[in-house]
């Protein structure tokens, strides 16, 4: 089995994985996963990883500001014992981005999303982040509380993001969350609440201050 079907193909445990598109021959380009150099999969036993069309890690070339880390940043998919992760369609990784998925735990990322430098993705049970989604730098999602406070058990929730939602820079989302279709979340937000769908929410903790929007890159 090459390593195209082993990266497509459920249930193939994924050794650690590195491939750079700048220095691999043309015959690798049909493989659904190019990378930078600092690109790495690690996985336990078990753990699953789909691609759809195309996963590409640490080379996002489209935003002012990230040129500058690409080769430099490690961009990190890592998968623990019996975790899954799951991209449709097209997916861009950023310079420097994290997605940490926990034991038995699952991230999927619909298509044509993309996450930017140095952003991270977090689960101890599931974050599911829609279709046409922008998420900016220094973005934090986070389904899990990891301590306990006060003797109480760690709590754990899966996070929820819909179709074409917009994250700004510095954003951080917490456990149990939902996000609407079409929503956008101001920089330096910190989401405790869910937040409908079309709505803008800016603040610490966040707040709904618009309602309807749209927009576009």
Not at 59 to 78: A, P, Y
Not at 205 to 216: D, F, G, H, L, M
């Amino acid at each position: 089995m090459n390593i195209q079907q082993m990266i497509r193909h459920p249930g193939i445990p994924i050794k650690s994985f590195w491939l750079s598109l700048h220095y691999a021959p043309r015959r690798f380009w049909k493989f659904p996963i190019t990378a930078s150099r600092n690109a790495v999969i690690k996985s336990g036993t078990g753990a699953e990883l789909r691609v759809g069309e195309r996963l590409e890690l640490g080379r996002f070339t489209t935003r002012v500001g990230e040129i500058g880390q690409i080769n430099l940043d490690h961009t990190v998919v890592q998968l623990a014992k019996g975790s899954r992760f799951i991209s449709d369609g097209r997916v861009t990784l950023g310079p420097g981005v994290r997605v940490i998925v926990g034991e038995d735990a699952e991230v999927h990322i619909g298509k044509n999303t993309f996450i930017s430098a140095n952003s991270k993705v977090i689960s101890r049970s599931k974050v599911d982040i829609g279709d046409d989604c922008a998420i900016s730098w220094d973005v934090q999602i986070l389904d899990t509380d990891f301590h306990e406070l006060n003797g109480q058990r760690t709590v754990t929730a899966p996070i929820k993001i819909g179709n074409h939602v917009w994250i700004s820079s510095g954003v951080n989302i917490l456990k149990g969350i939902t996000i609407g279709d079409g929503a956008v979340i101001g920089a330096g937000t910190v989401v405790t609440k869910d937040v409908p769908r079309g709505a803008l929410a800016v603040g610490n903790p966040a707040r709904i201050v618009r309602k309807n929007v749209r927009w576009s890159l």
